[in-house]
């Protein structure tokens, strides 16, 4: 049964720094894997999604690695500001269900301080 | 992208009642999947709803107490049937466009039962 894990639980950093986020999982047959954002109280805003054949994708301030091999994707945030802060989660997607379930990480919450 | 609007967005409800919670999809999408979030859990999947099927419910839930509808593509809504203060979670519907696809989440719905 696939396991998703996110390390660390938490993370405060000032404002400015680099976010480094981690997303380890223990089944490499994966489609594909999706970072995702959520605020106190709401649903979840879809940041990246990368396929299994992709080592990374980018979107502005935001940059998401996969290493399927070793069963890694880090979620890179550069220069962080406040508005940041929220709880990120990443989901990996089966390789025999390319159609949905997927299975999510706990999810790592992250403070940006002014 | 898809834009998923869910309501309600919040509510308190009495034990012994039902709330039923809509979700509508500005595109159509093949699956919809319902989740349920738990303070301070991850997200943990209750059912897919296929348009013009019965919905498919994962282990621990049950159509008795969480029946879908799945009327057309672009709709869909989960009852919390005969409430009690355990199913007091946030519940999230979704959507993929397609196999492979990004998924995509409504606002959720903030659920408290007293």
């Known amino acids: 049964k696939q396991e998703v894990t996110q390390i660390p639980a938490a993370l405060s950093v000032p404002e400015g720094e680099n976010l480094v986020l981690n997303c380890s999982f223990t089944d490499s047959a994966i489609y594909n894997l999706q970072w995702f954002r959520q605020d106190p109280g709401k649903g979840l805003t879809s940041l990246l999604l990368?396929?299994?054949?992709?080592r990374e994708q980018t979107s502005g301030r935001l940059n998401a690695s996969l290493d399927k091999s070793s069963g890694r994707s880090t979620l890179y945030i550069a220069a962080s500001q406040p508005g940041d802060s929220a709880t990120y989660l990443c989901?990996?997607?089966?390789?025999?269900?390319?159609?949905?379930?997927?299975?999510f990480g706990a999810g790592t919450q992250v403070v940006v301080t002014p | 992208s898809a834009v998923i609007s869910q309501k309600p967005s919040r509510d308190i409800c009495q034990r012994g009642t039902s709330l039923t919670i809509q979700c509508q999809v500005d595109s159509q999408v093949t699956m919809m999947f319902w989740y349920r979030q738990q303070p301070g859990q991850s997200l943990t999947l209750i059912a897919t709803a296929n348009q013009g099927s019965e919905a498919t419910y994962e282990s621990g839930f049950v159509i008795d107490k969480f029946p879908i509808s799945r009327p057309n593509l672009t709709f869909s809504t989960l009852t919390v049937s005969n409430m009690s203060p355990e199913d007091s979670s946030i519940y999230l519907c979704?959507?993929?466009?397609?196999?492979?696809?990004?998924?995509?989440f409504g606002s959720g719905t903030q659920l408290s039962v007293l």
């Open positions: 989901a990996v997607r089966p390789e025999t269900d390319s159609w949905g379930k997927f299975q």
């Open positions: 990368i396929q299994s054949s992709q």
């Open positions: 979704s959507g993929s466009p397609g196999p492979g696809e990004k998924l995509f």
